[in-house]
Each structure stands twice: as C-alpha cells, then as structure tokens.
C-alpha cells in the first residue's frame, strides 16, 4: 500500500491517535528515499557523468523499493498502533478476561514495536547507499542528498523512539534486550555514515 499524502496529513492532524509519530516517521523514510532516488535519476540523466552509472542505476532502483517499503510501513504501523488500542479497550471484568486482555496486551505492544523496528532496519539500509550517491552523484544535487538524510535521520530516530516507548511495556526481557541491541546497532551504522555527507557540504558551502 503506498501512502496519498494529501489525506494522510488531513488524517495526521486529526486528533484521532492514528496515524501518528510513527506512521509519520515511514513517511519521512519514504521522502528520503524519493530524494535519494531522484537525485540518482537525475545524474543519470546527464550524459557527462561517466564514472559509477552502473552503481547509480541500482542505487536509483534501490531507492525507489524502499520508498514503496516505507509507506507500506507507515500503513502497519497505523494497524500496530489501533491493535494495542484494541487490546486495552478489552474487557477486565472476571480473572480469565483480565488474564486474555494482559496476553493480547504483550502481542499488540510487541508488533507495535516491531514495525518501527522495520522502519529502523530500512533507513539504515537507505543511508547505507550514501557513499556512493555522494561519490558518483551530481555534486550540484548536495542539497538534495542532505535533506534526504536528514528525512532518513528523522525517520530511524522516530521509529527508535516509538520502539523504545512500547518495550518499556513488554515484559519479556530477552525480546527487549534483543529490540535494544538492534537499535544501537543500528544508530551505530547510521551515524558513521554521516560525516562523509558533512565533508561533501562543507565543501560545497553547505552547513550539514
């Protein structure tokens, strides 16, 4: 399912819940990934840049699948979220029903916590195309790649974020323990991409 932005921003401002922070986090990933695309698309185009048009091909189709990836997540993300509001509105009248609304509590709080999780895997994977888009890309684009960046930035941090608030309500230690453990790895990933985008800003007068 891909995302028509007109309604979802009129249904992220409605004060229903959902779509919310981490829907909208998939979606930054998504215009992330549009930009990354593009500016591959672009450079393309141009039949002066020789050197890597091979690895910018794949870079502009890889771009392009996770763009299709990120608005699919940001649809799960949305049904993760009125799960566990589904969950809590169970009813707690008698032993059994409490013991039935605290099990699908844990299942709705863990896959509210595991498509973020995705979001995560799939932004790392997205800036993980940086260095050869900064090294064969149109370098008048830099402005470009940046504030896709930093729209893939927004997203990981977002999507962290939304895993993190939900296992501090899973009670299964090895699954929370797992969950942090791909998020650090991830930001680690991440940030050491980063400071090739600065150099190539700063030398295009660009603060990054």
Do not use: H
């Amino acid at each position: 399912m891909k995302v028509d932005l007109n309604p979802f921003i009129e249904n992220l401002r409605a004060p229903t819940g959902a779509p919310g922070g981490g829907a909208a986090s998939a979606v930054s990933g998504a215009l992330g990934c549009a930009l990354y695309q593009m500016v591959a698309g672009v450079t393309l185009s141009l039949p002066r840049f020789t050197e890597g048009r091979e690895r910018l091909a794949e870079i502009e189709k890889e771009a392009s699948r996770l763009c299709d990836e990120f608005q699919s997540l940001s649809a799960k993300d949305t049904e993760a979220y009125l799960a566990v509001e589904a969950a809590m509105k169970m009813p707690r009248n008698t032993p059994e029903e409490k013991a039935a609304r605290r099990d699908a509590m844990q299942e709705a709080f863990r896959g509210a916590t595991l498509v973020p999780l995705e979001v995560v895997d799939a932004t790392v994977s997205a800036l993980s195309l940086l260095p050869d888009l900064l090294k064969y890309g149109n370098p008048n684009a830099i402005t470009d790649v940046a504030v896709g960046t930093l729209l893939l930035e927004a997203a990981r941090k977002g999507a962290a974020m939304n895993a993190e608030i939900n296992l501090g309500s899973i009670k299964d230690e090895e699954f929370v323990k797992q969950s942090r453990m791909k998020l650090w790895d991830a930001a680690d990933k991440a940030e050491s991409l980063l400071p090739a985008l600065r150099e190539a800003a700063k030398t295009a007068g660009v603060t990054f």
